[in-house]
């Protein structure tokens, strides 16, 4: 079974700083697809940013991106230019790809963002 | 931009009775999903539906858990006889298809009471 491993329960950054969550995963898949998600106080789950496994370039969305290592199952999202609409729950999740599994989710970190 | 809505926002019923939680997904996805968040976890998978059945589900999604597309527009978690422990938030997520990088979009979840 897939494992999604998110070892930070809170991080803090001023505004305006960098921060990077961390998220490590387990698999024996050689397809799959890895996503983070923003959950602010509202709960809703946005989708922040997504990578395919099979692309070694990372993804990056605005001031959003990921550092995929592949070989360590690692992908941790950085987030530059902290905002205070960045403070929110962040959950890593995986997905097997060819199929209509569901999502695996790490247990979330929570983003402070000190004014 | 369509968006996946969820009603109703809040609901609240007695232990033993039976609740529906209701979905109309984006309306040219094929793939539906429940997932289940309880207070301060992280979110996990119930099940998926494509083509009128189940794809997927968990371990979570026993008898007492049924989903329906009864019309070309909703989708719909019913829980027969809720239990304290179904106390959570329930998301609905689509998307165009189950395979590949296509994303998943939740709605805004409902959050399910049991007393």
């Known amino acids: 079974a897939q494992t999604v491993t998110q070892s930070q329960p809170e991080m803090s950054v001023q505004e305006a700083e960098t921060v990077t969550l961390s998220c490590t995963y387990d698999?024996?898949?050689?397809?799959?697809?890895l996503f983070w998600y923003k959950q602010p106080p509202s709960r809703q789950m946005i989708l922040v940013i997504r990578?395919?496994?099979?692309?070694?370039q990372n993804a990056t969305e605005n001031r959003f991106s990921v550092n995929f290592q592949k070989a360590a199952k690692s992908f941790s999202l950085k987030i530059s230019d902290s905002q205070l609409g960045d403070a929110a729950m962040y959950f890593c999740?995986?997905?097997?790809?060819?199929?209509?599994?569901?999502?695996?989710f790490g247990k979330g970190t929570h983003l402070i963002i000190q004014p | 931009e369509p968006e996946v809505t969820q009603t109703p926002s809040h609901q609240v019923t007695q232990m033993g009775q039976e609740v529906i939680l209701r979905c109309v997904p984006i309306s040219n996805h094929l793939y539906f999903y429940w997932y289940r968040q309880i207070l301060g976890q992280k979110v996990e998978f119930l099940v998926s539906f494509y083509n009128n059945e189940i794809s997927e589900k968990s371990e979570i999604f026993d008898d007492q858990f049924s989903v329906e597309r009864p019309d070309g527009s909703n989708f719909t978690l019913k829980i027969r006889s809720t239990k304290l422990e179904d106390s959570a938030m329930y998301f609905c997520?689509?998307?165009?298809?189950?395979?590949?990088?296509?994303?998943?979009?939740f709605g805004p979840g409902t959050r399910l009471t049991v007393l």
């Open positions: 999740a995986y997905k097997p790809g060819g199929g209509a599994d569901g999502l695996t």
């Open positions: 997520a689509s998307s165009p298809e189950g395979g590949g990088p296509d994303t998943q979009y």
């Open positions: 990578q395919e496994a099979y692309k070694q």
């Open positions: 698999t024996s898949e050689s397809d799959y697809y």
